[in-house]
């Protein structure tokens, strides 16, 4: 049984990895429409949040319909590590050696998008907004991108809890006599 949570784990880890990147590079090919970029990003997570019901769903249909909560979160969670991993590590290849000018061109649309919003953002604000622009920076540090994993390890970890909690089926102690 621990065998299969973890090749199962591992299959969708990878499975939603590369379909977490390529909704990354979409994303970050978007950057200058700040709108579209958040856009992207919560659809992405949508699908991977679906991912992880089939890969829960499918995980209980191979036990034969049948698994108890820590057999599925583990199976979850091993996933959760995965997908997570490749998207930090791609992540860090696309803002440091793909597209390194990447937060200047998002910074540039902040801009525009504060510009046309005119009266409506006080000057605080405006500053706050770009400060907050200047500090992505930073996540091309190692640090930075340790804590950003573990982070997205916490929240990821949970959702996957709340599906396997969803998801789970337990056996009937007497099967029905018809």
């Not at 699908?47 to 019901?53: D, E, K, P, Q, S």
């Amino acid at each position: 049984m621990k065998s299969k949570n973890i090749s199962t784990g591992i299959s969708y880890g990878l499975i939603i990895g590369l379909v977490y990147v390529l909704f990354l590079f979409w994303r970050w090919s978007s950057a200058e429409n700040i709108l579209q970029f958040g856009l992207i990003a919560v659809v992405a997570y949508l699908v991977v949040l679906g991912m992880m019901f089939y890969e829960a769903y499918n995980r209980r249909k191979i036990n034969g319909g049948y698994i108890d909560l820590k057999n599925l979160f583990q199976t979850l969670f091993i996933s959760v590590l995965v997908f997570e991993l490749i998207y930090a590590v791609y992540n860090f290849i696309h803002l440091k050696y793909i597209d390194p000018e990447v937060i200047p061109r998002m910074k540039a649309g902040m801009e525009e998008m504060l510009d046309k919003a005119g009266d409506k953002i006080s000057d605080a604000d405006r500053e706050k907004s770009l400060t907050q622009m200047d500090q992505l920076d930073e996540s091309t540090k190692f640090v930075s991108i340790v804590k950003s994993y573990l982070i997205s390890i916490s929240i990821s970890g949970v959702l996957a809890l709340v599906i396997s909690l969803i998801m789970r089926k337990k056996k009937p102690v007497f099967d029905e006599i018809n």
